[in-house]
């Protein structure tokens, strides 16, 4: 049986000033005593697909249909926050993006074909453009938690430039998943 490696592709987030702002944001989020496990500012990411345990095999075949995959390289700017599935239900908190999601989506409505190509299933949830900050453990302080949501609405992280799709691997540890790039397309 060949190695399982758990991965997705992505945009890394590497601008200093915006994972200063993270590390606020989730400052901010942990003060309402929710029960909260934040992501790591460095881990931090655009999820383009998560494509699950892929062999070692599959790596240079996704790499080629990300070649594929045309775009320039574009700002996104980073603004807000919001939870998942809704606030009422809150299981993860997201930063929002508000310029870029034009050339996120295309970027996407072209990857997901070559990936089913591939032998990947369609992705069920669909895309929807959004930077996890934040998973809800327990539903303590929820009022709490919900009413900084809220009030954290506009907050501006910045702007950082998306001009690298990577293939990631994700290694899952008690502390916190460990991200490593596996293959990159840069423009």
């Known amino acids: ?8 592709i992505a945009f890394d987030i590497d601008s200093e000033p915006v994972l200063r702002k993270f590390s606020e944001a989730q400052g901010i989020l942990v003060n309402t005593g929710a029960g909260l496990k934040l992501v790591q ?3 931090i990411h655009i999820t383009m697909r998560f494509l699950g345990n892929i062999s ?20 996104v700017e980073i603004r807000g926050l919001g939870a ?20 996120l989506t295309n970027i996407s ?9 591939l032998g990947f299933r369609p992705d069920r949830k669909g895309f929807s453009p959004h930077l996890t900050i934040a998973r809800v453990k327990t539903g303590r302080n929820k009022a709490e938690l919900v009413r900084c949501i809220e009030e954290l609405a506009d907050y ?3 702007v950082v430039r998306a001009n690298c799709l990577k293939l990631k691997k994700s290694v899952l540890t008690p502390k916190g998943p460990i991200y490593s790039t596996l293959r990159e397309v840069c423009h």
């Not at 070692?56 to 700002?75: C, Q, T, Y």
């Not at 929002?96 to 999601?101: L, P, Y």
Request: no cysteine.
């Open 1 to 8: 049986m060949s190695e399982m490696i758990r991965s997705f």
């Open 41 to 43: 500012p460095r881990n």
């Open 56 to 75: 070692l095999s599959m790596i240079d075949s996704i790499h080629e249909e990300m070649n594929k995959v045309s775009f320039a390289p574009f700002d």
């Open 84 to 103: 998942f599935p809704s606030l009422k239900y809150t299981r993860v908190v997201w930063a929002g993006i508000r310029k870029g999601i034009d050339e």
């Open 109 to 117: 409505s072209q990857l997901e074909p070559r990936l089913q190509g």
């Open 156 to 158: 501006d992280f910045g």
